[in-house]
């Protein structure tokens, strides 16, 4: 079965730092982009970042820039986003996608991540 699934998300303190995880099974990695997202209450989804497969990251949202860093490992099958100084505006569902562009592929189940202000 084709899945993607994150991990890692939970409630931090403005400041604090967070490790979401997107880990696939049924296919591999590498050969996929692989997008973050996320929407806030209320909000529409927007793309955080994207790193395609060679590793090499092609975007960061203005709004993380310098805070959140993505990195892929192919041998696990993961791709991780760190999630550093973070906001109270951080807090949304993230998701991962094997698609950069927010449209088609293959999409998590999303994970909580809370920012008290």
């Known amino acids: 079965q084709v899945q993607l699934v994150e991990s890692g998300g939970g409630l931090v303190h403005p400041g604090g730092s967070l490790r979401l995880s997107c880990a696939a099974s049924g296919f591999t990695l590498d050969n996929h982009p692989i997008g973050w997202f996320r929407q806030a209450p209320g909000k529409e989804r927007e793309g955080v970042s994207c790193?395609?497969?060679?590793?090499?990251?092609?975007f960061y949202a203005d709004s993380v820039k310098g805070r959140f860093t993505v990195a892929r490992d192919n041998a696990k099958n993961t791709v991780y986003l760190q999630m550093n100084s973070l906001k109270p505006e951080d807090t949304a569902v993230y998701y991962c996608?094997?698609?950069?562009?927010?449209?088609?592929?293959?999409w998590g189940q999303g994970t909580q991540v809370t920012v008290p202000s």
């Open positions: 790193v395609i497969s060679s590793g090499y990251v092609t």
């Open positions: 996608a094997t698609v950069c562009s927010g449209r088609g592929g293959y």
